[in-house]
């Protein structure tokens, strides 16, 4: 290789080098120094204003026997499997509604992302009044005075279908890119052929979009299992804990028992789940793309 290609090549080094800087100081002070502290505090016997002695893997040893930790994490797979599969469905329905009618398309675009700019506080004051057991539009509508979060087999799913109406819009958004990005040539020479209506879906849409889907899934499941705001707020983990999810006990853990050194095991070892449980996903649709494809 020529030395001015050497050169030029380790010059372009410095901008990247620049541009790359501010992300990775970022990522130095806000996530890996804090997640470094984090499972050091995990091996203590720490409260939220000191640290006290060493103790290695016994927080660990008392997590996997503590069934507290293991009926959140298990709250926490429910509200996962009653959103993550809706909310890509129902978001893939959207794009393909927004795409379809293009001359009202802006408007449904508007109307289906509008709930994802509220923030949480607004999110679960209107499920609330929506959900009151003698004046909520739900009741209303159905004719009954269920008081829906206080039941303990309507509570989660509740919880559920707010996070789907409020979060929707923006795995709709993800797929109207991959919709758009589907050249028209080859829906006009598909028509060209005779295929119409689902047979362009299956033949054309459905494989341009399995990436989007792929990806879709991994977000939605990482975002799902993160739950916490919604619970916290509507139901504060009631009744009898069958929605207090895994964020839920880990902050009762640290802020109301005081104990920062058992809430620190608990968030190492659930994203420790996470970690696995997305790896495992990314994986099994990889290779479904491939059997597939």
Same mark, same amino acid.
């Given at each position: 290789m020529p030395a001015t %290609?050497?050169?030029?090549?380790?010059? %372009?080094?410095?901008? &990247? &080098?620049?541009?790359?800087?501010?992300?990775a100081l970022a990522f130095l002070l806000f996530f890996l120094l804090p997640a470094l502290d984090t499972f050091y505090m995990s091996l203590t016997e720490s409260s939220l204003t000191r640290t006290n002695a060493f103790v290695g893997i016994d927080n660990y040893a008392t997590l996997v026997q503590d069934p507290s930790f293991w009926a959140a994490v298990g709250n926490t797979f429910y509200f996962a499997l009653l959103t993550v599969v809706p909310l890509t469905a129902l978001g893939l329905v959207m794009a393909l509604l927004v795409n379809r009618f293009t001359r009202a398309g802006s408007w449904l675009q508007g109307a289906f992302f509008l709930p994802y700019v509220l923030p949480i506080s607004v999110m679960t004051l209107i499920a609330d009044w929506m959900l009151q057991p003698s004046s909520g539009v739900v009741n209303y509508v159905l004719g009954m005075q269920r008081a829906w979060l206080a039941d303990l087999t309507w509570a989660m799913p509740m919880v559920a279908i707010g996070t789907i109406w409020w979060t929707v819009g923006f795995n709709m958004l993800m797929f109207l890119a991959g919709l758009r990005n589907i050249p028209a040539d080859l829906y006009e020479a598909a028509s060209l052929d005779g295929a119409r209506g689902f047979t362009?879906?299956?033949?054309?849409?459905?494989? &341009?979009?399995?990436?989007?889907?792929?990806?879709?899934?991994v977000l939605q499941l990482i975002a799902s299992m993160k739950v916490f705001g919604q619970t916290y707020i509507l139901t504060t983990g009631g009744p009898f804990n069958t929605t207090r999810v895994t964020l839920h006990y880990m902050y009762e853990t640290a802020f109301t028992q005081s104990d920062a050194g058992y809430a620190a095991a608990i968030a190492m070892a659930f994203v420790a789940i996470v970690i696995a449980l997305s790896l495992a996903q990314a994986a099994l649709v990889r290779w479904l793309g491939r059997r597939n494809g």
């Open positions: %290609d050497t050169l030029v090549k380790r010059g %372009d080094t410095l901008p &990247a &080098a620049l541009l790359l800087a501010p992300f362009l879906f299956r033949a054309i849409t459905w494989p &341009a979009l399995r990436p989007v889907v792929g990806m879709a899934l």
